[in-house]
């Protein structure tokens, strides 16, 4: 029972929000690291926004983040949520390629 509340907890904080979705989705269509810079022209959100997103993304393995002078980012396709979101995300057509 506790596994369920974890999952449910898990889901609910990744896809807590329309600015999440957006940067999963950005993720999810690179096949390179990705900083911020390019996550804010890719989604039209504000840094802020996106730097705290990416921080509860990254708490649950959604996102991983690399230092390399900078950091860089990109989606955990490890984690089996996100292959499950971003097979959804392409049987639904919201990306256009795994």
């Known amino acids: 029972m506790n596994e369920i509340h974890d ?3 898990i889901v609910e904080q990744g896809l807590g ?3 999440k979705i957006k940067i999963l989705r950005a993720l ?9 810079y390019a996550l804010h022209k890719k989604t039209h959100l504000k ?3 996106i730097k705290r997103n990416l921080a509860e993304l990254v ?3 959604w996102v991983i983040e690399q230092k390399i002078g900078n950091s860089v980012y990109s989606i955990n396709r490890e984690n089996k ?6 097979l959804f995300f392409y ?3 919201y990306i256009n390629s795994l």
């Open 7 to 9: 999952i449910k907890d």
């Open 17 to 19: 929000s329309l600015g």
């Open 28 to 36: 999810s269509e690179e096949k390179k690291l990705v900083t911020i």
């Open 47 to 49: 840094r802020e926004d």
């Open 59 to 61: 708490k649950i393995e």
């Open 81 to 86: 949520y996100v292959q499950k979101l971003v």
């Open 91 to 93: 049987d639904i057509g």
